[in-house]
């Protein structure tokens, strides 16, 4: 029989569909496509035809020549624009703003054949590197409130350009879907005085069965309510509501995480497309949010996109996954 | 300049991004290749290949066996069963249900090759009379919360069979995406004393720019706050907060937006990938929606699947629309 799941956080449920699809090769997907061929604008000596950088890691060079290892770039096409103030105008019912916030790509490397699942490790540090780096520089930008640090890997998942990146767009409001897991940490913590993270933390350890992946200082489980087959979540060991206040050896760590998911999803996924996403505090709490730093608790949650999201789940917001997250975890271990 | 804006029923965000693709024929997708060849469950004759039929409207025969102009089967696959109570059980943290509900196809028409795009007047009014029969029945079994009727049209909108069919799906707790609307309604009128869809038809009936069409009973409109390119709300001008109270003069005038807006997806948009879903109030509403009937007001959501939700979306809940609603009621207008 069908199970339905409440995720402790947000309150969403989720249907866990025993009856449906069961093994990796039962999904299907864009895979083994991914490389694209022709002219790259984020391949190494292309460096003219990005907008010019405003952050890289280089070995050698001059700023938008070849000689980098990591390199960050406005977005050609953005979807909010760095300059104008933030506006909000009310038209009777109706409300809106100026699309002023900031909007980069970080380009992984040099290389148009290295991804996450074959990087070697220096390499991936930096770019985790980047993205704090990145971080702390756009949060003294006091327009804005939230900083989303994502990535698209493989079209399915809205990659336009397969050449290895992330990206961050920082919005001059707090994302509701934020909201929402705010609100949900905080009303966890006021009933029980604990992160709601962190008891899901201690729960997993205890129960072990979802637990991909874990060493000192993280831990990668498919999550109770896990909305997507093979959806995986990340979590920091020590409680700390701020992404970028990871230390340099909980880089380490997490890149030692990353190190052994993507190569694993390559592998037993047929390299599926996904997408990632660092969960974190709003910038500029303006005292709505006392106390964040006790409640709430950054991660990362990646979803490979392995099915497709259909009318039901955009009319109730509440997922079929045909993939218990006990059996994904089983198959991430292999 | 990208603009935010906000829809006024759920106070959800979008980005208008003006800098990006603007004609129809700039997205992509999987269309023009719907028709599947091969077998086929839902045509006629293979009415033993489905679940017994739970209903059906036929100029002849015995259930289960040609003679139908409209059918509608349990899902051979369901998401949620029918026997069984609904328990919660709480273990620690987590929380689950047994995944008791109803899960029901409605097979539009007995041809392989009629569509909403294509079929008569008095065809699609059939599928619409369905819908309210369905309704009602499921209507009855108490151990349901909520009813949702929607339909996924090709592979990308997640339809696995292209014969063309609805879906009913009841669950037995009211979704999380349908109470955040349930409150926004509320919360609209406490401060207002009117119907916030109420107010949104009078608004885009001054406007004016973003109607698609309308007829005495319904406007069809792309909403202030689109979150995708080419998505239409279809709202009954009279208030209703229930779908099941649809008048048959009005299932004839729902009819003629269907005659209208199906046909001009597959031209102006050559055929693309849609979900729609009717959103309405929950069934049983056990005392926590006491001023439904004056706060809430039924309707169909219809979402072309022109762009790829990625990571922005999935991690704030916000969406970056590159087609604005003006400019996309104009081409569904030509």
């Given at each position: 029989?069908?199970?339905?799941?409440?995720?402790?956080?947000?309150?969403?449920?989720?249907?866990?569909?025993?009856?449906?699809?069961?093994?990796?090769?039962?999904?299907?997907?864009?895979?083994?496509?991914?490389?694209?061929?022709?002219?790259?604008?984020?391949?190494?000596?292309?460096e003219?035809?990005?907008p010019?950088?405003v952050?890289?890691?280089?070995?050698?060079?001059?700023p938008?020549?070849?000689?980098?290892?990591?390199?960050?770039?406005?977005?050609?096409?953005p979807?909010?624009v760095?300059?104008?103030?933030?506006h909000?105008?009310?038209?009777g019912?109706?409300?809106?703003?100026?699309?002023?916030?900031?909007?980069?790509?970080?380009?992984?490397?040099?290389?148009?054949?290295?991804?996450?699942?074959?990087?070697?490790?220096?390499?991936?540090k930096?770019?985790?590197e980047?993205?704090?780096?990145r971080?702390?520089?756009?949060?003294?930008?006091?327009?804005l409130?939230?900083?989303?640090?994502?990535k698209?890997?493989?079209s399915?998942?809205?990659?336009s350009?397969?050449?290895?990146?992330?990206?961050?767009?920082?919005?001059?409001?707090?994302?509701?879907?934020?909201?929402?897991?705010?609100?949900?940490?905080?009303?966890?913590?006021s009933k029980?005085n604990?992160?709601v993270?962190?008891?899901?933390?201690?729960?997993e350890?205890?129960?072990g069965?979802?637990?991909?992946?874990?060493?000192?200082?993280f831990?990668?489980?498919?999550?109770?309510?896990?909305?997507?087959p093979?959806?995986?979540?990340?979590?920091?060991?020590?409680?700390?509501?701020?992404?970028?206040?990871?230390?340099?050896?909980?880089?380490?760590?997490?890149?030692?995480v990353?190190?052994?998911?993507f190569?694993?999803?390559?592998?037993?996924?047929n390299?599926?497309a996904?997408?990632f996403?660092?969960?974190?505090?709003?910038?500029?709490?303006?005292?709505?949010?006392?106390?964040?730093?006790?409640?709430?608790?950054?991660?990362?949650?990646?979803?490979?996109?392995?099915?497709?999201?259909?009318?039901?789940e955009?009319?109730?917001?509440?997922?079929?996954?045909?993939?218990?997250?006990?059996?994904?975890?089983?198959?991430?271990?292999?």
């Amino acid at each position: 029989m069908p199970e339905l799941r409440k995720d402790p956080v947000i309150g969403r449920w989720v249907i866990i569909a025993t009856e449906r699809a069961k093994r990796p090769d039962d999904f299907a997907g864009d895979r083994g496509v991914r490389i694209s061929k022709g002219f790259c604008p984020f391949c190494v000596g292309n460096e003219d035809k990005t907008p010019p950088e405003v952050y890289s890691v280089r070995e050698s060079g001059e700023p938008n020549t070849p000689g980098w290892k990591v390199r960050v770039v406005p977005n050609k096409f953005p979807a909010l624009v760095s300059e104008g103030e933030t506006h909000r105008i009310k038209e009777g019912i109706y409300q809106h703003m100026n699309g002023v916030g900031r909007h980069e790509v970080i380009i992984e490397t040099p290389e148009h054949t290295k991804f996450l699942y074959n990087m070697t490790s220096d390499e991936i540090k930096l770019v985790i590197e980047t993205y704090r780096e990145r971080y702390l520089a756009l949060k003294k930008d006091k327009r804005l409130r939230y900083i989303l640090i994502f990535k698209n890997y493989g079209s399915e998942a809205g990659a336009s350009l397969s050449h290895s990146h992330s990206q961050i767009i920082a919005t001059p409001i707090v994302p509701k879907r934020v909201s929402e897991e705010l609100y949900g940490a905080r009303n966890f913590f006021s009933k029980s005085n604990s992160c709601v993270f962190c008891s899901v933390i201690e729960r997993e350890i205890n129960d072990g069965r979802r637990i991909v992946f874990r060493n000192d200082h993280f831990i990668a489980f498919t999550p109770y309510a896990s909305r997507f087959p093979f959806e995986v979540w990340i979590l920091p060991l020590r409680h700390s509501a701020f992404f970028e206040e990871i230390s340099d050896k909980e880089i380490e760590a997490l890149t030692e995480v990353f190190m052994y998911l993507f190569p694993k999803y390559y592998n037993v996924l047929n390299d599926p497309a996904y997408n990632f996403i660092i969960h974190t505090a709003p910038t500029q709490m303006s005292g709505k949010w006392p106390s964040i730093e006790f409640d709430y608790h950054w991660h990362i949650e990646v979803i490979p996109k392995l099915t497709r999201v259909a009318g039901f789940e955009w009319g109730t917001g509440f997922y079929i996954n045909p993939m218990p997250p006990e059996n994904a975890s089983e198959f991430l271990k292999e």
